[in-house]
């Protein structure tokens, strides 16, 4: 018997991430983080409340700081970059909210994900008119759906529910965000990266991760093979409509944009920074990590650390960050 279940467990794949997310579920427990949830008929979305400033104000008016992770990822990958800024955000903020996406490599991995962007966009949207964030970022997938709403907000489409005098996000950052066309080559090729991973799998997208992989990927890069073939991926990978995008609604989003984007970036061209610089308001700012790719939080977290706190409005990120944040190319 025991022979019959070591044949069993062999023949499973390990589950790194499944093993990390459990370990520091309880870790977070233990530190006071709260975990919350927001369901949509069958599904659900996840967060992580951590308090970074105590004693915490009436939950009707902390200000806080919310974080969309990308496509397919899970908030645990910008965990580090986060921590680090916590002591210049507690100077002026309460909360820092992780979201976690259903059926990403986040705390809800088992579960499915959305069926649709449109649904995403929607559920994710009604989770961000309650907890009112006064900064908000998103990375690649998460920073397109940040933009979307802090434009809705900007036009008057959000909130749709009651918020007292909340009108939208006062600082908006975006890194590496998706939802812009671009020129039609650009897009097209963008969107045939997903269509094809969808059909042959993740070497289709690898190239695009990063500008020079971390030798640690090789270690999950299966679990992101089995997850861009799952049938309710490639679903919502089919159902991503145009309407969303981006291009014409920069201009009306009245939070203040801090953009942050990889160098070498090719899966969101960093080329495509020049349309955010060229349509949104007076005022925005583009940081560019510079031998980064699609995932500069993981290839250069210190730099990217660097980055953010400046983008959170801290001109002079403290002696630790002074070599890094020298690397730092800010564009006009």
Request: with cysteine.
């Amino acid at each position: 018997m025991v022979r019959s279940l070591m044949k069993q467990w062999s023949m499973r794949p390990f589950r790194l991430n499944h093993v990390l997310h459990g370990v520091t579920e309880k870790s977070f427990t233990r530190l006071g983080f709260r975990w919350e949830e927001r369901r949509l008929g069958e599904q659900r979305i996840g967060m992580w409340m951590i308090p970074i400033r105590r004693p915490l104000p009436p939950l009707a008016v902390r200000k806080r700081v919310v974080f969309l992770p990308g496509f397919g990822d899970t908030p645990l990958s910008w965990l580090g970059v986060l921590v680090a800024a916590i002591p210049f955000l507690r100077k002026t903020h309460d909360e820092v909210v992780l979201v976690d996406f259903p059926g990403f490599g986040g705390f809800l991995q088992g579960d499915p994900v959305f069926s649709s962007m449109d649904a995403l966009m929607r559920a994710t949207s009604d989770l961000l008119d309650e907890l009112r964030p006064h900064v908000l970022i998103g990375h690649s997938l998460g920073g397109w759906i940040a933009s979307y709403y802090s434009w809705a907000c900007g036009t008057g489409l959000r909130p749709t529910r009651s918020a007292g005098k909340y009108t939208g996000p006062k600082v908006l950052i975006p890194i590496c965000p998706a939802g812009v066309d671009g020129e039609p080559h650009e897009r097209e090729a963008f969107e045939q990266i997903f269509a094809k991973a969808s059909v042959v799998g993740f070497s289709v997208l690898r190239p695009h991760v990063f500008g020079k992989e971390p030798a640690w990927f090789k270690l999950v890069a299966h679990e992101f093979q089995s997850f861009i073939l799952r049938a309710d991926v490639v679903q919502f990978i089919q159902n991503v409509p145009t309407e969303y995008s981006l291009e014409s609604r920069i201009g009306e989003i009245q939070a203040d944009i801090r953009l942050i984007w990889g160098e070498n970036d090719t899966l969101v061209p960093t080329a495509w920074a020049k349309i955010w610089q060229a349509k949104a308001k007076p005022g925005i700012r583009t940081f560019v990590i510079p031998g980064a790719g699609h995932s500069p939080h993981l290839e250069r977290p210190v730099v990217t650390t660097a980055a953010l706190v400046a983008a959170l409005g801290f001109d002079a990120p403290g002696r630790a960050l002074r070599s890094a944040w020298a690397q730092v190319r800010e564009e006009a």
